[in-house]
C-alpha cells in the first residue's frame, strides 16, 4: 500500500486539478487544462509496468511457484521419514511450517496492493472514459509545450515520457486501451497465482490426513513410498 500511495497521490490530483499538458501562451509557458486524461493515463501506465512486474517476480514466482515447491519437497521429505501422522519431531518440520506462513503473510499484502491498483484503475476510467469515448479519431487532442521552463516544476516532465509534439483521439484511445489491457494481464496473472497459492495450502492440509504423507489434486492420497 506504502508504495502505491505517493504516485496515485499524484495522479489524482492531476485529475483533481486538471493539470493538463504544458503550453505555450502569449505570455511564456503555461500549464493549461487540456491533456489531463492523458497525463494521468500515462502516470498510471508507468505505475502499472512498474507493480506488474513486481507482482510477476514476487507474487507469481516467488510466493506461488516457490511455495508449491517447498511444500512439495517438504512432504516428499515427510513421507521420506515415514511419517503416518503429522507430527513435528524435527526443528526443521518448524522452520518449514514458519517459512510457509511468512509466504502466506507477504501474499496477503501483494493481494491489498492488487485491489488498490484495480480500484485506482476503476476510478481513474470513471474519470476519463467521456473523453476517450467522445473525441474522435483524427481529432487533435493536446499539444505540449516541449521545451523546459524552471519556473514550471509541475509541468510536462514529471510524467516520465518522451512527449510528442501533437496528440490526437487516436492516441489517447491507445493510451486508454493499453492501460485495460495492463490491467486484465496483472488479473489474470494475481488469478494464476491465488490458484496455485491455494493449491499449494491445500495440498499441505490434505497431506496431513494421508498414511503416506502424500496427497494429489487427481489422484488424492498417494500410495507410501517404497
Known amino acids: 500500500g506504502f508504495a502505491l500511495a505517493y504516485p496515485l497521490k499524484m495522479i489524482f490530483e492531476i485529475q483533481e486539478f486538471k493539470r493538463g499538458f504544458r503550453v505555450m501562451t502569449p505570455k511564456g509557458p503555461d500549464i493549461m487544462q487540456g491533456g489531463w486524461e492523458m ?6 501506465r508507468a505505475l502499472q509496468r512498474n507493480v506488474g512486474t513486481r507482482f510477476f517476480f514476487v507474487l507469481f514466482l516467488k510466493q506461488a511457484v516457490q511455495m508449491n515447491l517447498q511444500i512439495t519437497l517438504f512432504n516428499m521429505s515427510r513421507a521420506a521419514r ?24 507477504t ?3 501483494e493481494i491489498v496492493d492488487a485491489l488498490i491498483l484495480a480500484r485506482a484503475f476503476w476510478k481513474l476510467r470513471t474519470a476519463v ?10 481529432e487533435s487532442y493536446a499539444c505540449p ?6 519556473a514550471l516544476p509541475d509541468g510536462n516532465d514529471c510524467d516520465h ?7 490526437t483521439g487516436r492516441d489517447l484511445k491507445d493510451l486508454y486501451q493499453e492501460v485495460k489491457n495492463g490491467m486484465v494481464r496483472i488479473f489474470l496473472m494475481v488469478t494464476l497465482s491465488m490458484w496455485l497459492i491455494g493449491y499449494a495450502v491445500m495440498k499441505f492440509l490434505f497431506s496431513v490426513g494421508c498414511g503416506s504423507g ?8 498417494l500410495e507410501r513410498m517404497p
Open 39 to 44: 497525463r494521468c493515463l500515462m502516470a498510471f
Open 107 to 109: 501474499t496477503l499484502s
Open 145 to 150: 509545450y516541449l521545451g523546459k521552463d524552471k
Open 82 to 105: 515415514m511419517e503416518a501422522e503429522f507430527e513435528m519431531q524435527r526443528n526443521e518440520d518448524g522452520v518449514e511450517i514458519l517459512s510457509i506462513l511468512g509466504l502466506l503473510v
Open 161 to 167: 515520457v518522451k512527449l510528442k509534439a501533437k496528440y
Open 214 to 221: 502424500l496427497w494429489q489434486l487427481s489422484r488424492g492420497c
Open 129 to 138: 472514459i467521456p473523453m476517450v469515448t467522445r473525441i474522435e479519431e483524427a
